[in-house]
């Protein structure tokens, strides 16, 4: 929920009080300097000087995340693959950087389209599929991706805080090309999680945040069971409220989970995870609710430079809110809300501009996952899933 005060009316009416001419009382003004419809610029954007109030304020300023018994509203999001940059193998430009030079905001423009709904919360958590890295690629994958490391700013422009990094490209460019993306992800403030241990995002409103990433290709599900309690509890010895916990897992184009990932989903659960997000499909599944805590089993493509023409462009954006009592520690679940979206902003070619959909697109998204819903249940019946019940495009708490 974003607060801002009428900012656009407001600039443009104080750009045009500022640009008129010096009137006397009883003097005309001179209407033909506005026959365009705009009024004349003003000498710089300093003239312009106008209040927003934060994605958290109330009309009268205060924080809607405190509330009044001492706990704290959180706001995650959550989106599936983020790849940029290109195959280095190659000596052409990527499909990428073609469509950088057409973009007049530079860097800025794959999240362009969906800042103003990542910006309204306290932590966004994507996939990053591919590395940050001029190094030359080490792998033999149909597929390789990198990006300069100046190309972080897609991230920081789009107000992601934090990434999964333990996926099937994160070595695509070897361990420098890996400890490469590591600085630039660094240097820019971008938290990250994957093979080499876990990470912490503390909220300006004191919540800690834990955040564990796997892939389970190579035989790694036993490691996993192995080792997940154990990593859970440890980020909750470090004074984490939340834990959040990424897989990589299943297979590509499936909009169904298979045998193996559901067992792992809930084994998370139990291990005391929060939330399970799960990416590598590149297709949108069902959201399993399980002990009242969610599985998505895949949130498919988001800005994926990897296919201009994929068959399938939907997806959405997963958010969730927590009630925390910092006191104690309990965390309550306080409802989640899909953004339907197109991986592009346009509707037959990507151009890696993931873009909120329309009303009558965001119904067929919903329609969609609902029918996954349906199948997922009737393949395992056997075993009790449950998804959810309905896929709820807005809040249903105001706070």
């Given at each position: 929920?974003?607060?801002?005060?009428?900012?656009?009316?407001?600039?443009?009416?104080?750009?045009?009080?500022?640009?008129?001419?010096?009137?006397?009382?009883?003097?005309?003004?001179?209407?033909?300097?506005?026959?365009?419809?705009?009024?004349?610029?003003?000498?710089?954007?300093?003239?312009?000087?106008?209040?927003?109030?934060?994605?958290?304020?109330?009309?009268?300023?205060?924080?809607?995340?405190?509330?009044?018994?001492?706990?704290?509203?959180?706001?995650?999001?959550?989106?599936?693959?983020?790849?940029?940059?290109?195959?280095?193998?190659?000596?052409?430009?990527?499909?990428?950087?073609?469509?950088?030079?057409?973009?007049?905001?530079?860097?800025?423009?794959?999240?362009?389209?969906?800042?103003?709904?990542?910006?309204?919360?306290?932590?966004?958590?994507?996939?990053?599929?591919?590395?940050?890295?001029?190094?030359?690629?080490?792998?033999k994958n149909t597929f390789s991706f990198a990006a300069p490391p100046e190309y972080v700013q897609v991230l920081t422009s789009g107000s992601v805080?934090?990434?999964?990094?333990?996926?099937?490209?994160?070595?695509?460019?070897?361990?420098?090309?890996?400890?490469?993306?590591?600085?630039?992800?660094?240097?820019?403030?971008?938290?990250?999680?994957?093979?080499?241990?876990?990470?912490?995002?503390?909220?300006?409103?004191?919540?800690?945040?834990?955040?564990?990433?796997?892939?389970?290709?190579?035989?790694?599900?036993?490691?996993?069971?192995?080792?997940?309690?154990?990593?859970?509890?440890?980020?909750?010895?470090?004074?984490?409220?939340?834990?959040?916990?990424?897989?990589?897992?299943?297979?590509?184009?499936?909009?169904?989970?298979?045998?193996?990932?559901?067992?792992?989903?809930?084994?998370?659960?139990?291990?005391?995870?929060?939330?399970?997000?799960?990416?590598?499909?590149?297709?949108?599944?069902?959201?399993?609710?399980?002990?009242?805590?969610?599985?998505?089993?895949?949130?498919?493509?988001?800005?994926?430079?990897?296919?201009?023409?994929?068959?399938?462009?939907?997806?959405?954006?997963?958010?969730?809110?927590?009630?925390?009592?910092?006191?104690?520690?309990?965390?309550?679940?306080?409802?989640?809300?899909?953004?339907?979206?197109?991986?592009?902003?346009?509707?037959?070619?990507?151009?890696?501009?993931?873009?909120?959909?329309?009303?009558?697109?965001?119904?067929?998204?919903?329609?969609?996952?609902?029918?996954?819903?349906?199948?997922?249940?009737?393949?395992?019946?056997?075993?009790?899933?449950?998804?959810?019940?309905?896929?709820?495009?807005?809040?249903?708490?105001?706070?």
């Amino acid at each position: 929920m974003n607060h801002t005060v009428n900012a656009k009316g407001l600039l443009a009416l104080l750009l045009l009080v500022l640009a008129l001419p010096a009137c006397g009382l009883g003097e005309t003004l001179d209407l033909s300097l506005f026959e365009s419809g705009e009024p004349p610029a003003a000498e710089s954007w300093e003239d312009a000087v106008f209040e927003t109030l934060p994605w958290y304020a109330r009309e009268d300023g205060s924080d809607w995340r405190l509330q009044d018994d001492g706990s704290v509203i959180v706001t995650i999001s959550a989106t599936g693959d983020v790849t940029i940059g290109g195959d280095t193998r190659k000596g052409s430009p990527s499909v990428f950087d073609k469509q950088l030079e057409l973009e007049p905001s530079g860097l800025d423009f794959p999240m362009e389209n969906v800042r103003a709904i990542l910006e309204a919360d306290d932590m966004t958590i994507v996939n990053f599929e591919g590395t940050l890295t001029n190094t030359k690629s080490k792998t033999k994958n149909t597929f390789s991706f990198a990006a300069p490391p100046e190309y972080v700013q897609v991230l920081t422009s789009g107000s992601v805080e934090a990434v999964s990094l333990e996926n099937n490209h994160i070595l695509d460019h070897g361990n420098q090309g890996y400890a490469d993306t590591c600085e630039a992800l660094s240097g820019a403030g971008i938290l990250y999680s994957g093979h080499l241990g876990g990470s912490i995002c503390t909220t300006d409103t004191g919540v800690h945040i834990g955040m564990l990433s796997y892939q389970t290709f190579n035989g790694n599900y036993a490691n996993i069971y192995a080792s997940i309690e154990g990593d859970i509890q440890a980020l909750r010895d470090a004074g984490c409220e939340l834990v959040i916990v990424s897989y990589h897992w299943g297979e590509e184009k499936d909009y169904l989970p298979n045998e193996r990932q559901v067992p792992l989903g809930r084994a998370t659960i139990d291990a005391g995870a929060d939330l399970v997000l799960g990416h590598h499909s590149h297709r949108m599944n069902p959201i399993e609710e399980y002990k009242g805590k969610y599985i998505c089993y895949s949130l498919g493509n988001f800005s994926f430079a990897g296919n201009t023409r994929p068959d399938d462009m939907d997806t959405y954006i997963f958010q969730q809110r927590f009630r925390v009592y910092l006191q104690t520690g309990e965390v309550q679940n306080e409802g989640f809300r899909i953004v339907p979206c197109s991986i592009s902003s346009q509707e037959k070619v990507n151009d890696f501009k993931p873009t909120p959909a329309d009303a009558a697109h965001s119904v067929e998204i919903v329609e969609h996952l609902l029918e996954l819903n349906k199948e997922f249940e009737k393949t395992y019946q056997s075993t009790g899933v449950a998804a959810v019940g309905d896929y709820p495009t807005e809040w249903t708490t105001a706070y």
